[in-house]
């Protein structure tokens, strides 16, 4: 069977082509320097993650997230614009190109992780328990010694009762149906220990300087970290890049600033000399 020459120069060009690997789609990262601002995703009604001030500005440990990778990308911490979500859309507001990146306290698991690609993580979340500076009990384990005697409030919840009993056996529950009422419940004395998440005692001990005091036991671990959509190794890099280089490296300041204004903890420098990632 003869073939004709132009034939054969269709054929080898059609081969080609097939050998050859598209052009990949722009990152991330390229849009987001062309256009010149982040658009971030995030929240506005949970202190001290992202929250109004006094004056309507947003403000919290996730939106300082923020201003860390905008000052990466444009040298200007200010440089975002901010999509005020509710939980249920941080997922679908990345999958949906509506932002390029959510920082909103958002627990890595596995199942998410099919539908979002996460960055290093940025904190390290738990269940604490809070006391007043004053009270019957020194720490934990003065708690966990008083058995039945010690009195726990915690907010109302189906696993209330399991959750403090993993870390006090033999303490006694009062579930509360709002978060002021487990501190008031502390404050009045019907309970000698508030449980809640760890960041949130935090917070209201910094927010009630020299009342309160962290018992000093934590539980429950769970990792927060920001989402970018999935496919997009460039842009995941970059940002994993920007926070790793706040928590470890020339941006450590402003991360420990931020840390201390929400968290009211004071941040040891990362060691010089030896990567601390590899020891």
């Known amino acids: ?5 132009r034939t054969g120069v269709m054929s080898l060009a059609a081969a080609a082509l097939l050998s050859t ?11 987001v320097l062309a256009r010149g601002h982040l658009v971030l995703g995030t929240g506005s009604t949970n202190a001290p993650w992202h929250f109004k ?3 309507d500005k947003l403000q919290g440990f996730d939106v300082d997230m923020g201003h860390i990778i905008a000052k990466a990308l444009f040298g ?3 440089k975002i614009e901010y999509v005020n979500q509710s939980s249920d859309a941080r997922i679908p507001n990345i999958t949906t190109d509506k ?9 890595v698991t596995g199942e998410r992780a099919q539908q979002v690609a996460f960055t290093i993580p940025y904190y390290r979340e738990g269940v604490g328990l809070m006391l007043k500076a004053d009270g019957k009990y020194g720490d934990y384990a003065a708690l966990k010694a008083a058995g039945s005697s010690a009195t726990i409030s915690v907010l109302q919840n189906v696993y209330a009762e399991t959750m403090v009993h993993a870390a006090l056996p033999d303490a006694t529950v009062d579930q509360y149906d709002s978060v002021d009422l487990i501190y008031q419940a502390l ?4 309970a000698d220990a508030v449980a ?13 300087p020299g009342r309160y005091k962290d018992a000093g036991y934590g539980w429950n671990p769970q990792t927060y970290a920001c989402a970018v959509k999935r496919g997009d190794q460039d842009w995941l890099n970059f940002v994993n890049t920007a926070l790793h280089e706040a928590m470890t ?5 402003f991360y420990a600033k931020s840390f201390k204004t929400w968290f009211g903890k004071d941040l040891t420098p990362p060691q010089i000399g030896f990567p601390v990632e590899f020891k």
Request: with cysteine; glycine share 6%; proline share 4%.
């Open 1 to 5: 069977m003869t073939i004709s020459f």
């Open 21 to 31: 690997p598209a052009l990949a789609d722009g990152s991330k990262l390229d849009e």
């Open 53 to 55: 001030s006094a004056d």
């Open 76 to 78: 200007d911490p200010e």
């Open 99 to 107: 932002v390029d990146i959510t920082c909103q306290f958002m627990t």
């Open 187 to 190: 404050e009045s004395g019907r």
């Open 196 to 208: 809640t998440d760890q960041s949130s005692l935090a917070w209201y001990m910094t927010q009630n």
């Open 249 to 253: 490296g020339v941006e450590f300041d």
